[in-house]
């Protein structure tokens, strides 16, 4: 019976013995040295790779900015050589000729022009609107300076040569004729009137 109790009691497992902890790996210093070299160098060796990497992707935003600019204005150099084309036939559409024998030729040259500027429009470069603006130095050319009471001082009056800009650059500022105050008349001096028998001589 005792045995019984014996066997039906329980026993308590027992504890796993405890690890022994891990002792700090203490390495000589001539070896702490080399480690902490590489450490610095393989530092070295990733700021340097970021810094490449940032360089290259800065040359291929400034390559592709570059090959923009070139795309954009490659028809700058020629089309500032064929705006004198376009000057003379301005010039022949604003002549004063009469006659029902010149009325084809200058119908033909506005559909010249017109052509030829839809052409230009393509690439970019458009003529400026001049009309009812103020001068402006990067845009206009001043000509003239035109005396005037009723239109304002440094108003355009009119346009002397077309202008023209490709995309936001000026191609070719316009000359224009503008407005300038009138400078005010200068009165003359008046003389101080004789006085009787003072010998001053008779006006």
């Known amino acids: 019976m005792v045995d019984q109790k014996k066997q039906d009691e329980v026993k308590p497992e027992a504890e796993p013995a405890s690890l022994p902890k891990e002792e700090e790996v203490r390495l000589p210093y001539a070896e702490a040295e080399t480690l902490r070299a590489a450490a610095a160098r393989a530092q070295e060796y990733l700021d340097l790779a970021k810094r490449t990497q940032a360089d290259f992707i800065n040359y291929q ?58 052409v230009l429009a393509k690439a970019g470069i458009r003529p400026m609107n001049t009309e009812g603006r103020v001068f402006d130095p990067v845009y206009h050319e001043a000509v003239e300076l035109v005396p005037s009471e009723q239109a304002p001082e440094s108003s355009i009056l009119e346009e002397v040569r077309r202008g023209y800009v490709i995309h936001d650059r000026v191609l070719r500022p316009a000359q224009v004729r503008i407005a300038q105050a009138p400078s005010p008349a200068n009165p003359s001096p008046e003389r101080p009137e004789p006085k009787e028998g003072d010998g001053s001589p008779q006006p």
């Open 61 to 118: 935003t400034r390559a592709r900015r570059e090959q923009e600019e070139f795309r954009r204005y490659a028809v700058e150099s020629f089309a500032r050589e064929f705006l004198p084309v376009l000057d003379a036939i301005d010039r022949t559409l604003h002549l004063d000729v009469k006659g029902e024998e010149t009325r084809p030729i200058l119908e033909g040259l506005r559909i010249i022009d017109r052509e030829l500027l839809r």
